[in-house]
T-cell receptor
């Protein structure tokens, strides 16, 4: 069965410095991987997704993630944090159910704080 | 800009009362998911429909929860009777899935349920 582990429950950075949110996955085959962001009292918004095309995936708001099969990782990065990036970030792997398409398996989330 | 809509956005009720939450998926999507989010458990998948047929409701307490899709434009989640431990934010998400592929899930804004 697929699973995902977010290695940090909370990350704090200063505005203008790089962001790194770590995620490792477990999958018996080539997975689909996603990062979602949730701002306070809001729903989840897709940041980016990987579906076996390019290993470096670019998303919205300057975020990107690199799929590394050898390390079973899918870390999320951004070169320069902005105050508006403060939110909860979820790493997600899909799990196929036979030929019925997939359901998502969510990590526990990483809360990103951005200091002025 | 197509969005998943959920009603009501907030619901406060007393223990023992019936609660009905509604979701309108994005037009053309054939999969609908219900999630529950709490501080303690994070995001949990409750139920999953494809082409209006329930595929997986193993995450749902069967004795009090029920999920249906009366038509392609409406999904409902009912709790009867409600209990204080049901207090959470309930999210609906929709997507398009063919065979074993996994497409992106688009989340609604959520229904914040408080059971007193």
């Amino acid at each position: 069965a697929q699973s995902v582990t977010q290695l940090d429950s909370h990350v704090s950075v200063s505005e203008g410095t790089p962001v790194l949110l770590r995620c490792n996955y477990s999958s018996s085959y080539s997975p689909s991987l996603f990062w979602y962001v949730q701002h306070p009292n809001k729903g989840l918004q897709l940041l980016l997704k990987y579906t076996s095309a390019a290993t470096l995936v670019k998303g919205i708001n300057g975020f990107e993630a690199e799929f590394k099969k050898s390390e079973t990782s899918f870390h999320l990065t951004k070169p320069s944090a902005h105050m508006s990036d403060a939110a909860e970030y979820f790493c997600v792997v899909s799990e196929s159910i036979g030929n019925q398409g997939g359901k998502l398996i969510f990590g526990q989330g990483t809360e990103l704080s951005v200091k002025p | 800009d197509a969005r998943v809509t959920q009603t009501p956005r907030h619901k406060v009720t007393e223990m023992g009362q019936e609660v009905t939450m509604r979701c309108q998926p994005i037009l053309g999507h054939n999969t609908v998911f219900w999630y529950r989010q709490t501080m303690m458990q994070g995001l949990e998948l409750l139920a999953y429909f494809r082409n209006r047929a329930p595929l997986d409701d193993s995450g749902m307490p069967k004795d009090r929860f029920s999920a249906e899709m009366p038509d392609a434009t409406l999904a409902t989640l009912k709790i009867q009777p409600s209990e204080p431990r049901d207090s959470a934010v309930y999210f609906c998400a929709s997507g398009f899935s063919q065979w074993a592929s996994t497409d992106t899930q688009y989340f609604g804004p959520g229904t914040r349920l408080t059971v007193l």
